[in-house]
């Protein structure tokens, strides 16, 4: 079984940066896709971003429309973790951060994931 520790969320400023880590264990890292999704207070939990690696090389990222650009998730195998590295944020980003993984369906759906970080807290001040 997989478990995820996220890390690294806070308060920031509109326009400023923070690094959400998630630290995973319990089956071979580079076996399943990562995910970071969100969830806005009182809102439902939202897809994010999620890092697959290629039969090709390297690893195959896909983002929300409303991340892309700002946003970049990435993976450390050596580490065991993958990364969000958020830029630009803005008030709207405001949500708590989960990590997940494994998806039995959808790469962009919630309902697809079982394996769940317990989450961080990212607050954007206006």
């Known amino acids: 079984q997989v478990q995820l520790v996220e890390s690294g969320g806070g308060l920031v400023q509109a326009g400023g940066s923070l690094r959400l880590e998630c630290l995973a264990s319990?089956?071979?890292?580079?076996?399943?896709?990562l995910a970071w999704f969100r969830q806005p207070s009182g809102k439902e939990r939202e897809f994010v971003a999620v890092?697959?690696?290629?039969?090709?090389?390297?690893?195959?990222?896909y983002y929300a429309d409303s991340v892309k650009g700002r946003f970049t998730i990435s993976r450390d195998s050596a580490k065991n973790t993958v990364y969000l590295q958020m830029n630009t944020l803005t008030p709207e980003d405001t949500a708590v951060y989960f990590c997940?993984?494994?998806?039995?369906?959808?790469?962009?759906?919630?309902?697809?994931?079982?394996?769940w970080g317990q989450g961080t807290q990212v607050t954007v001040s206006s």
């Open positions: 997940a993984a494994d998806p039995s369906g959808s790469y962009t759906s919630a309902d697809s994931y079982d394996i």
């Open positions: 319990g089956r071979t890292f580079s076996d399943y896709p």
């Open positions: 890092t697959q690696w290629s039969r090709w090389g390297g690893s195959m990222t």
